[in-house]
């Protein structure tokens, strides 16, 4: 089996196309997953996964696929080649990014396995036999992939990245099925994540659940934990393109044309960001783009990548920008960086901190299956799970039944009245297989839309 | 099914000179030395294609290619499952013997021992999907061509600001074979064509888009062509759509209330496919998924007495449909594909099973056999039970569409699928669809906007009063279904016809929005 550099190289060395991209992404992982409190499935898997994007005459032609050897990636180039020749000028061409060789390049690639779960194994089997006894269920999945990126081009670059993906799960029922709970997280490897502790968390809130209570659809003064705002404000980003709200079809859109950015769109304090080095959240520095599309070029692959800021004291300041866009859109270069950050000046304290101060209210645990509506006003339908809890005087006084919610998260940023502290969070609804690396407070809506009784546990 | 001898022929001759039988002799004949109670190989190819335009102009094209094998053994109680892509008999053995490691360690923490259903062995057989002309046999260019002519041919219109078109392809090519001695070799083609068509409203500020409602398919380049019987009518839709866009963006908003609908086949696919498709997967029944999508209210100690839906409500499932897009001929546990009912006479009859559910409850099901619905989306990933072609039969006597629209007094006929959400039980749901039209005294009178429907599954399929004849079933279907953890995606299709529902709830999706 050849190196990453060495295939990276090959293809660079043989490709008979004006200019070339290579992207080879070496990738392992390890999983186990349960249910009914035993073990179901697991898997441990290694892929080998390169992209050549040949370049001639302005066009552009992205051939994938699974290569281990020159030889396979010498069918790779030569299919990309061949593609080339027929395409016109792409919509998006411009000069591919020059630059260098970076001083961890010769690397080997990182690798995973399921030894990362050695200690964790051993508590969950514990935690099985300890909720069985206590007439308890337990379900979930540990994930953890390790990433690593080459990129070279024709123009010189030869940039590498290392990129450790893990996350935990566990829903916990009680035996009649009548309470459910859930508690979950990212991880960069798992030394920090306990079974022990997760099913003691499990237990804590299932036991909030003791006493129930049923309430009917409507507004509600609501606390959305970090989960649930990290559920929404991934959804807010991934609408962010500059090209569709340019072309009038977002809630980011200006009414008679152009795009909002300047506006205040949100309350004075918010701030929402990506940056590639924002510590426990790192993530690829520079561009990767295997296909053009709205929010993203080909030519732009290796670009560098900074902090950029989407939403900048509750005025938007950037959209999810291309060279090409951002020329339409007289805007600077924003590319899509894969971790997401929203913080509120004013924010301070815990969740329980937040909870003692509502006199009424809903703490929710977590959203799901959430689906755009309405894109002009990004209004979002979703279902809440695994935990709604009243909040009396200040205290949680037992588990409430689960809604669906109508809500958009743009206008929820206008609404919220108190933030707590940003945290390390982990979406629900996004997190296990698209975006994980997020950073959010919880926020406290005083009108939050329940518009309908779900009878889900 | 077709036979053997010309479905062996049809089989893409570059999957078949790769070295899989050598690998899984290597792997199996390892697993084997482990003493395990099963082992199965899955070698797989996956093609994918994919290009998006914008009015009228190139946007991004990609190909990819995965190849690469798993195995699985059953050991010690316990699945064990390992994954790899280099297509050496040293790199099988390694993987295999990966796998048994990890069944090892999995079977301390199983508490139930797996076992499997048994099944018939087959001997070398092969299957191919129906479809004329590979797309992957049709030069991109002419391809993007086609949606390049088609967006322009929207763009020109008056009420078009922009235009988009896509085309997802699939070419899906695998070879399995277990220890009981059954060898399998398929292949499956199957694309999914969209063209949307954006506008606005400058005096209200209002922007919409509307959507060509042509399903994905288990079909070739023809279904696009116009060569073929069975084409999709993409000229005539392109040329109706920027006027019901424009009808759209200036219809009144709707009064929130309850409503008779009746529904086209082209929105009802995905009703079916969320509250009777997901909620009828024996695994979520039994609890398998619900740290992810949830369980099922459709509870096992529930077969034969929970009344799903009115009388008139009958449903199938299968993985035989031509052009279905989960047919196949053996699943990925090498279970021959079947047809079964999952509702009969409203009443829940059957569930969709993979072998080892299959050995625990399908004495009562199926005759303690798999009707064969395990799939892997990848060579990276372990099989798990999936979707079959899930589809409510129409009434061999009952009406066309426009006889049902003829029953309702005061109404909407919804057309097309949008927006779409459920919860973890498969309970409560809301969905929106491409066009709503109002219908006042069994007529349409004009197009609604701002509409979804929402209602608890079992209390809207009670409400289906009448199902459409044979003359209004279309086959409507999902490309990239989401299940399991990891994620996986499949493809099913879901055949139904035209249906009316009394009294179903609906919101005002502006009003849902606006707070104080």
Redesign the interface.
């Known amino acids: 089996m050849s190196t990453p550099q060495q295939l990276v190289d090959h293809a660079l060395a043989t490709t008979a196309s004006h200019e070339c991209v290579v992207v080879v992404q070496d990738t392992t992982s390890a999983n186990l997953r349960w249910a009914n409190n035993t073990l179901t499935t697991n898997g441990v898997m290694h892929c080998v996964d390169v992209t050549v994007i040949a370049f001639r005459d302005g066009g552009s032609a992205s051939v994938s696929g699974t290569a281990a050897s020159t030889e396979q990636v010498t069918t790779l180039v030569e299919a990309a080649d061949d593609a080339v020749r027929r395409a016109e000028p792409a919509e998006d061409r411009n000069d591919l990014v020059p630059g260098e060789q970076t001083g961890d390049w010769d690397a080997p690639p990182g690798y995973t396995s399921i030894d990362v779960y050695a200690g964790f194994a051993r508590a969950l089997g514990e935690e099985f036999d300890r909720a069985q006894a206590e007439q308890r269920i337990l379900y979930g999945f540990v994930n953890h992939e390790v990433t690593t990126t080459y990129l070279g081009s024709s123009t010189g670059l030869r940039l590498r990245h290392e990129q450790p993906t893990g996350h935990y799960g566990c829903t916990g029922k009680t035996a009649d099925l009548s309470t459910s709970a859930w508690v979950g997280g990212a991880t960069r490897d798992f030394a920090d994540v306990d079974a022990t502790e997760m099913a003691a968390g499990l237990a804590r809130r299932l036991g909030w659940g003791s006493r129930r209570v049923e309430l009917p659809a409507g507004r509600y003064d609501a606390i959305l934990p970090p989960t649930a705002v990290a559920d929404l404000m991934i959804d807010a980003y991934w609408n962010a393109g500059a090209r569709v709200a340019y072309e009038g079809q977002s809630v980011y859109s200006r009414r008679g044309g152009g795009t909002r950015i300047g506006d205040q769109l949100a309350r004075h304090g918010v701030h929402l960001y990506s940056d590639p080095g924002h510590p426990g959240l790192e993530c690829a520095p520079f561009v990767v783009a295997s296909a053009s599309s709205n929010e993203s070029s080909v030519f732009d692959n290796g670009m560098p990548l900074s902090r950029t800021s989407w939403i900048a004291d509750g005025a938007l300041s950037s959209l999810l920008q291309t060279r090409q866009t951002a020329t339409m859109t007289g805007q600077p270069v924003t590319p899509g960086i894969d971790n997401l950050v929203l913080e509120v000046a004013d924010g301070s304290g815990s969740v329980e901190e937040m909870v003692a101060g509502v006199e009424r209210g809903l703490l929710l645990t977590c959203l799901w299956y959430i689906r755009e509506v309405d894109p002009q006003t990004l209004l979002l339908t979703g279902i809440t799970r695994d935990g709604v809890y009243l909040v009396e005087g200040g205290e949680i006084t037992g588990a409430v039944n689960n809604f669906r919610f109508n809500e958009s998260p743009v206008d929820l940023l206008r609404r919220f009245t108190a933030a707590s502290a940003t945290v390390p969070s982990f979406s629900r609804a996004w997190g296990d297989d698209y975006f994980s690396r997020t950073a959010t407070p919880a926020l406290r809506v005083p009108d939050f839309n329940m518009s309908s009784v779900s009878q889900a546990l | 099914m077709s036979s053997v001898s010309s479905d062996q022929h049809r089989i893409d001759p570059t999957f078949t000179a790769l070295p899989y039988r050598r690998l899984a002799e290597a792997a199996l004949n390892r697993a084997r030395d482990f003493g395990v109670g099963h082992a199965d190989f899955r070698f797989e190819r996956v093609r994918y294609q994919?290009f998006?335009v914008?009015d009228g102009?190139?946007?991004?094209?990609?190909?990819?290619?995965?190849?690469?094998f798993g195995v699985r053994v059953l050991h010690e109680g316990?699945?064990?499952?390992?994954?790899?892509?280099?297509l050496t008999r040293d790199a099988a053995v390694m993987v295999a013997e990966?796998?048994v490691?990890?069944a090892q360690?999995?079977a301390?923490?199983?508490?139930?021992p797996i076992e499997l259903a048994p099944e018939p062995v087959y001997d070398d057989v092969a299957w191919c999907s129906a479809y004329d002309v590979n797309p992957f046999q049709v030069?991109?260019?002419e391809k993007v061509d086609v949606f390049r002519g088609w967006t322009s041919r929207l763009l020109a219109a008056d009420a078009v600001?922009?235009a988009s078109g896509s085309l997802q392809q699939v070419q899906e090519n695998k070879f399995y074979a277990d220890l009981a001695g059954t060898t399998t070799t398929q292949q499956r083609v199957r694309l999914k064509p969209q063209l949307e068509a954006?506008g606005?409203d400058?005096s209200s500020?209002?922007?919409?888009?509307m959507r060509t409602i042509s399903a994905p398919v288990a079909r070739g380049w023809e279904y696009l062509a116009g060569t073929s019987a069975t084409s999709w009518d993409f000229d005539t839709e392109i040329e109706q759509l920027p006027g019901m866009l424009r009808e759209k963006l200036l219809a009144p908003s709707v009064e929130a209330g309850t409503y008779d609908l009746v529904i086209h086949p082209s929105n009802l696919w995905l009703t079916i496919h969320e509250s009777i498709g997901h909620a009828t997967e024996l695994d979520r029944a039994?609890?398998?998924?619900?740290?992810?999508a949830?369980t099922s209210?459709a509870t096992y100690d529930k077969l034969s007495s929970l009344q799903y839906g009115s009388p008139v409500m009958h449903v199938i499932g299968d993985r035989t449909t031509p052009h279905g897009l989960a047919s196949v001929g053996y699943d990925d546990e090498g279970v021959q594909s079947q047809e079964w009912d999952i509702i009969r006479d409203g009443v829940l009859v059957g569930y969709q099973l993979d072998r080892s559910m299959a050995h625990t409850y399908g004495a009562e099901l199926n005759g303690g056999r798999s009707n064969g619905c395990a799939y892997a989306d990848s060579p990276?990933?372990?099989a798990?039970q999936r979707m079959a072609n899930v589809s409510l039969q129409p009434d061999p006597a009952g009406p066309d569409t426009d006889g049902l629209v003829g029953k309702v007094e005061r109404g909407i006929y919804v057309v097309g699928d949008r927006?779409?959400?459920?919860?973890?039980?498969?309970?409560?749901f809301?969905f929106?669809g491409q066009r709503f039209y109002r219908i006042e005294g069994g007529t349409l009178t004009g197009q609604l906007r701002?509409v979804?429907y929402?209602a608890?599954t079992t209390d809207f399929w009670g409400a289906m009063e009448a199902v459409g004849g044979p003359q209004t079933y279309e086959l409507g279907g999902a490309f990239n279904c989401?299940k399991?953890?990891?994620?996986q995606v499949a493809s099913v299709s879901h055949g139904c016809p035209s249906a009316l529902f009394r009294q179903i709830?609906i919101?005002n999706?502006?009003k849902?929005?606006a707070?104080?």
């Open positions: 994919h998006s914008r102009q190139l946007q991004g094209a990609e190909d990819s290619e995965d190849v690469g316990a699945w064990g499952f390992a994954s790899g892509v280099i990966q796998a490691r990890v360690v999995a301390g923490m199983t508490r139930t030069p991109l260019g600001d922009h954006f606005s400058e500020g209002t922007f919409d888009s039994l609890g398998y998924e619900a740290n992810y949830g209210f990276g990933h372990i798990i927006s779409w959400s459920i919860d973890m039980q498969r309970y409560n809301q929106t701002d979804a929402q608890t989401g399991a953890q990891p994620g709830r919101l999706t502006t849902e929005g707070a104080e």
